[in-house]
């Protein structure tokens, strides 16, 4: 139900779903309820209420031992720090998350790790890193069948590539 709530943007019913699943007592899906909430809230920007839920999450996460819930957890804090301008906290948090996920064997969630700090090194001007890390996640989003992601990875390479007066290479991402 929380799934079903976010992707049609419908806080009413995730608040509902997280309701639901504190009354039941499954602290799996309380956990991925409030998971589900710091996303939603991230999406509407209100960072603050994001956070609370995330932390939340976290929580539960923890005492369950979900290493997976606790990457999505730190990645998802990541977001908020890097939306607040705290780009080495963002990537400490991204850290904690991709060690879970390799250990998890997510492989999505790597590869959005790997192109979200690409984003991050993008913003503090560090243009070789972010190539590095578009690169590390480019296979994985393929392997992940992330169609978005790869689309957002090879955009952001051939800003890069621009930017850096690198139009051949830059091309080529056309091809």
């Given at each position: 139900?929380?799934?079903?709530?976010?992707?049609?943007?419908?806080?009413?019913?995730?608040?509902?779903?997280?309701?639901?699943?504190?009354?039941?007592?499954?602290?799996?899906?309380?956990?991925?309820?409030?998971?589900?909430?710091?996303?939603?809230?991230?999406?509407?920007?209100?960072?603050?209420?994001?956070?609370?839920?995330?932390?939340?999450?976290l929580t539960i996460y923890n005492n369950?031992?979900?290493?997976?819930?606790?990457?999505?957890?730190?990645?998802?804090?990541?977001?908020?720090?890097?939306?607040?301008?705290?780009?080495?906290?963002?990537?400490?948090?991204?850290?904690?998350?991709?060690?879970?996920?390799?250990?998890?064997?997510?492989?999505?969630?790597?590869?959005?790790?790997?192109?979200?700090?690409?984003?991050?090194?993008?913003?503090?001007?560090?243009?070789?890193?972010?190539?590095?890390?578009?690169?590390?996640?480019?296979?994985?989003?393929?392997?992940?069948?992330?169609?978005?992601?790869?689309?957002?990875?090879?955009?952001?390479?051939?800003?890069?590539?621009?930017?850096?007066?690198?139009?051949?290479?830059?091309?080529?991402?056309?091809?």
């Amino acid at each position: 139900m929380a799934e079903h709530a976010l992707a049609d943007r419908d806080e009413k019913t995730l608040l509902l779903a997280i309701t639901v699943a504190e009354e039941t007592g499954d602290l799996t899906a309380r956990a991925n309820c409030y998971e589900a909430a710091g996303r939603y809230y991230y999406f509407v920007a209100d960072n603050d209420r994001a956070r609370q839920f995330y932390d939340e999450a976290l929580t539960i996460y923890n005492n369950t031992g979900d290493e997976n819930g606790q990457g999505k957890a730190y990645s998802g804090m990541a977001e908020i720090l890097f939306r607040r301008g705290r780009n080495s906290e963002a990537l400490a948090h991204h850290d904690k998350a991709l060690t879970l996920f390799v250990k998890t064997g997510n492989i999505a969630g790597q590869s959005l790790v790997y192109l979200k700090q690409g984003r991050i090194m993008y913003f503090m001007d560090e243009y070789g890193r972010a190539l590095e890390l578009f690169d590390k996640a480019i296979p994985l989003l393929e392997k992940a069948k992330d169609i978005s992601g790869l689309g957002e990875a090879y955009l952001n390479k051939g800003i890069l590539f621009f930017y850096q007066g690198r139009i051949d290479e830059t091309a080529a991402l056309l091809d």
